[in-house]
């Protein structure tokens, strides 16, 4: 379903099969080793699927999480795979419909959790602090104000949740529980170390990194790999350096701009979602571009 003339809510590609419509990426079958990944510019928020796209967002998304699986592949391998869409999208009218949005990955098995590293209190992780004074099981330091750097980053796993479900926080032990002891520790300690590389680079871009979600899944032999989307606006909090103040939750290039304005309505955060104003698409647009210019110019 296409909604403007720039925007793509819904790919329909009819020479692959198609695996599902995830809340943001459309993912289809390349063949039993690979799949063809489009990002969309539909846009989830509190878990819900909105029903107006972000013109452009699928780029920005694609163009960011290319960027960080390049400059972050000595951390840990990612499931990029050496092919090229006409390789698999031989027909020029659908390769137009998903260029510059798509990517062919690995087929791999995605661990059941969300690796969620966090730098600053803010989101769940602020109101978690306010109810039990830590987030996740982890117990932090008392009067802790909103947005306020934390001594350390943290790891706040969650669980994946299903379309229209919401994700759910949990402790390091349920993920020891889940998956083992022994790759809950390698998440766990990847996760904080691709935080602390990439926020270290963004601070020299003007940009916090407040926290970010990472995916992870294991190939044939086992081997760690970074899945899904990296470090874009969809997936972390990305807040100007120039603005950031503690105590308030601050500006942002992500989404972040438009759960604000959510929480103004009279909506209890279940589907179907409401309409967006032109001018919050137009300004959360705007704020996404922000993010890929500063982060890879």
């Known amino acids: ?94 390769r137009a419909q998903v260029e510059g949005r798509a990517v062919l990955v690995r087929r791999l098995k995605p661990l059941p959790v969300e690796a969620i590293a966090r730098g600053y209190l803010i989101g769940s992780g602020w109101k978690d602090y306010q109810t039990s004074g830590g987030v996740c099981g982890i117990r932090l330091p008392e009067g802790l104000r909103q947005a306020e750097q934390l001594p350390e980053p943290i790891f706040t796993p969650s669980t994946k949740a299903a379309v229209g479900d919401h994700d759910e926080n949990v402790s390091f032990a349920a993920v020891e529980a889940l998956i083992g002891d022994g790759l809950a520790a390698q998440v766990r300690d990847v996760t904080l170390r691709l935080y602390r590389e990439a926020a270290a680079y963004a601070a020299d871009r003007g940009i916090l990194i407040a926290d970010t979600k990472f995916e992870f899944g294991l190939d044939d032999a086992g081997t760690l790999t970074l899945i899904d989307e990296v470090l874009t606006p969809d997936s972390s909090r990305f807040w100007p350096a120039d603005e950031y103040q503690v105590g308030v939750s601050p500006p942002s290039f992500d989404k972040q701009f438009v759960r604000d304005y959510l929480e103004t309505l009279d909506w209890n955060k279940t589907a179907p979602g409401p309409k967006l104003p032109e001018d919050i698409i137009r300004q959360t647009a705007m704020k996404y571009r922000e993010a890929q210019r500063r982060l890879t110019s």
């Open 1 to 94: 379903m296409q909604t403007a003339p720039d925007a793509l809510f819904e790919s329909s590609l009819t020479s692959l099969p198609l695996i599902q419509r995830g809340k943001v990426r459309d993912i289809y079958a390349v063949g039993d080793e690979h799949l063809l990944i489009v990002t969309t510019d539909r846009l989830s928020a509190f878990d819900v699927i909105l029903p107006d796209p972000i013109p452009g967002k699928g780029a920005v998304l694609t163009a960011v999480s290319t960027f960080w699986f390049d400059r972050l592949r000595d951390l840990v391998p990612n499931h990029l795979a050496d092919l090229q869409l006409a390789d698999v999208l031989p027909d020029a009218a659908e």
